[in-house]
């Protein structure tokens, strides 16, 4: 079974600009989640979507947007970047195992602000 | 404040010796999860643990989850070079919050040859 995939694994963007980040979650997984990581904040929540619905968000600015298609890949979107978004932005894909939930990572996209 | 606490938050040591990693919090978790993380990747799921008192052991790994599932540690035998990287852990919460699953700062453990 593929695990998570996301795409681009790079990124170097500047100021002012927006990205596309994508997430293809495990093939059965309904439930994405996207986190940004940066070595001194470690990993924050962003948002989740099950569904093709947000159902959690974290504490990030409106300029961080996300969505979720039928076949359960996922898009995050940041518009206006900023030089401290620059990150690692890391997807998971969870399922429900006799009980409790287990979230697989993706590789992450490594974005990189100028 | 961080929910989840990990101390130490930084290890370097000899190959073949011990250590444990902590992993602490008021709360409690209905589930908890560690991780495994090498740089520029994502982080890879070693284990969860359900009940007060569980004792998992995965190779020279063994992980304990807290009797009130607030703590866990984890506990690795005769470390290796292949065992460097950031360890993870991540709690499931039983109720409330925006996050499901809240994640500690990670220990970073290197291991030298």
């Known amino acids: 079974k593929a695990g998570v995939t996301q795409t681009p694994r790079y990124l170097i963007k500047t100021r002012g600009q927006q990205v596309t980040l994508s997430c293809s979650p495990i093939?059965?997984?309904?439930?994405v989640s996207w986190y940004q990581q940066t070595p001194g904040q470690g990993l924050q929540f962003l948002f989740e979507y099950f569904s093709e619905t947000q159902r959690n968000k974290g504490n990030f600015p409106g300029r961080f947007s996300g969505r979720q298609f039928s076949n359960s890949r996922s898009e995050m979107n940041v518009s206006t970047l900023e030089l401290g978004d620059s990150a690692l932005y890391l997807c998971a894909s969870r399922r429900w195992t006799g009980g409790f939930d287990e979230q697989f990572f993706g590789p992450g996209t490594r974005l990189t602000v100028l | 404040t961080q929910l989840l606490e990990q101390s130490p938050q930084f290890l370097s040591i000899q190959e073949g010796e011990n250590l444990t990693v902590y992993c602490n919090s008021s709360s409690v978790f209905s589930s908890l999860q560690w991780y495994r993380q090498e740089p520029g990747e994502g982080p890879v799921l070693l284990v969860t643990v359900v009940t007060g008192g569980e004792v998992k052991k995965l190779k020279r790994l063994t992980f304990q989850f807290g009797d009130a599932r607030k703590d866990s540690s984890l506990h690795i035998t005769a470390a290796q070079p292949g065992d460097t990287g950031l360890y993870l852990c991540?709690?499931?919460?039983?109720?409330?919050?925006?996050?499901?699953?809240?994640f500690g700062k990670g220990t970073k453990l290197t291991v030298n040859p």
């Open positions: 093939s059965g997984h309904r439930s």
């Open positions: 991540a709690g499931d919460r039983t109720q409330g919050g925006s996050e499901k699953l809240v």
